[in-house]
């Protein structure tokens, strides 16, 4: 082989080697990269709930409306201002004649001629205080401070309700969590039998029937693992756009300090008031409130009525310092004939939310049954899904040993695999779901808040 080809081979092996290198090297970084682009977050149930009823769209929301009913009430409130009002008129006159006010009597009258008017000033200051007017004013102002408090309670509700959504997605991330460690733990037992049983297959102690049995019960944990995951990332995602965190983050469940929240959370309070409840109960007295808004219309207006009124017609007529002062009633007949529809409609409206209050009473009444029982159920099921793990456990035991012998099949073994999965399972499920259904009890009672607050 020729120097020249030698040099030539010897280059081409440093550009692939180079080559590869800067691949490899892109690939690192990336791969880092990502690793650098995820946030984890550690955080328990009670700092998460903090954290999205302070920053959720939702709980901004209804801040907002909060907000725009508060307004409101200040600006009914301005109403029980008196009125005052300051007007000037400017006018120029062409060619005007002005009789009267003794102008046919001296010198004007002996030439036979009206006084030149060019111009009228006007000015004007009135002062209007309604003294009585059915008492139209006070009721609209209570109205208007009822359904004010009436959007209080509902941004309490609203902050409930994000509480108990942050209690449920942390629920779902804490079991598929569980559910991934306790799958990958059997994924792991699951290759090793198969490594097992390829070793018997080759010395022909089972079928090759058999090793396809054990490798389909590792293809489907394997599925079952990925459908998990999946929905883990889903309740992860989910709970990021609550707590207003990059979608990227991961949610370490501070699972020490939720459960310390849960033992020093306080026993079920029954009979406490809603405040979702309240709020249509405050609607209920504010629609009352709009019913003598429209029956005041009946009664006439009485009002202190004053003001100062300065007027100049140049060259006829000057008038100052006209201070004035007196009592002003008003009252529209046809109010008689427009008022009774407007009456039974704030009637109507006042009743439609009685029953709206009614209904949603009773639907309290049925949530707060249906979350007892389930709390309860969630007890018992605590107990017997234990008792079912260490009957599970045991009867693992036994077909082991049973296949070892020959006196049990790999289907047997297998079932009962699954069978033991399954109860590890439904143990950690029902832990989960017992703190679950304690605090949507909670919910139900419109304490969540109280009983996830840190002393």
């Not at 306080?266 to 309240?278: C, F, Y």
């Not at 304490?447 to 002393?455: F, V």
């Amino acid at each position: 082989m020729s120097p020249t080809s030698k040099r030539l081979i010897f280059y081409s092996c440093q550009y692939i080697i180079m080559y590869k290198s800067i691949v490899l090297l892109f690939m690192f970084s990336l791969f880092w990269g990502s690793i650098l682009a995820q946030n984890n977050v550690k955080i328990s149930l009670s700092e998460a709930v903090a954290k999205a009823t302070r920053e959720s769209n939702w709980q901004a929301l209804a801040a907002s409306q909060e907000e725009v009913s508060k307004l409101q009430w200040q600006e009914t409130r301005t109403q029980q201002i008196p009125s005052l009002r300051v007007s000037g008129q400017y006018y120029y006159l062409s060619d005007a004649r002005v009789s009267g006010l003794g102008i046919g009597s001296g010198s004007n009258a002996n030439n036979g001629s009206s006084p030149q008017v060019s111009q009228l000033l006007l000015g004007q200051v009135s002062l209007n205080s309604p003294v009585f007017a059915g008492y139209r004013v006070k009721n609209q102002i209570e109205a208007a401070s009822l359904r004010y408090q009436s959007q209080q309670s509902n941004t309490q509700f609203v902050k409930e309700q994000v509480a108990l959504e942050v209690v449920n997605q942390f629920a779902e991330l804490y079991k598929c969590q569980q559910l991934l460690a306790i799958i990958n733990d059997d994924i792991k037992t699951a290759r090793e039998r198969i490594g097992d049983f390829e070793n018997r297959e080759v010395n022909g102690l089972v079928a090759r029937n058999d090793l396809l049995k054990v490798k389909l019960a590792l293809t489907k944990l394997e599925l079952r693992q990925a459908e998990i995951d999946k929905n883990r990332l889903v309740v992860q995602h989910a709970l990021n756009l609550l707590l207003k965190q990059d979608k990227k983050t991961v949610i370490d469940i501070d699972i020490n300090q939720t459960q310390s929240e849960r033992l020093q959370a306080p026993a079920i309070e029954k009979g406490s008031v809603r405040s979702d409840l309240l709020a249509l109960e405050l609607q209920e007295s504010a629609a009352q409130k709009e019913v003598k808004v429209a029956q005041s219309v009946l009664y006439p207006t009485i009002s202190l009525v004053g003001g100062y009124i300065a007027f100049n017609l140049k060259n006829v007529l000057e008038v100052t310092n006209a201070m004035n002062v007196g009592v002003g009633l008003s009252y529209d007949v046809s109010n008689w004939f427009k008022t009774p529809k407007s009456i039974q409609l704030a009637k109507a409206k006042s009743q439609v939310i009685h029953q709206e209050k009614e209904w949603h009473n009773e639907q309290i009444q049925q949530q707060q049954t249906e979350a007892s029982l389930n709390y309860d159920y969630s007890l018992k099921r605590q107990k017997m899904v234990r008792e079912s793990l260490k009957q599970a456990e045991e009867n693992n035991e036994v077909v082991k040993d049973q296949f070892e012998n020959g006196l049990a099949t790999t289907t047997d073994l297998l079932e009962a695999d699954a069978q033991l999965l399954e109860a590890r399972i439904q143990v950690s499920l029902a832990a989960a779901e017992e703190a679950q259904r304690f605090y949507q009890q909670h919910f139900t009672q419109g304490t969540l808040l109280k009983s996830l607050s840190k002393k």
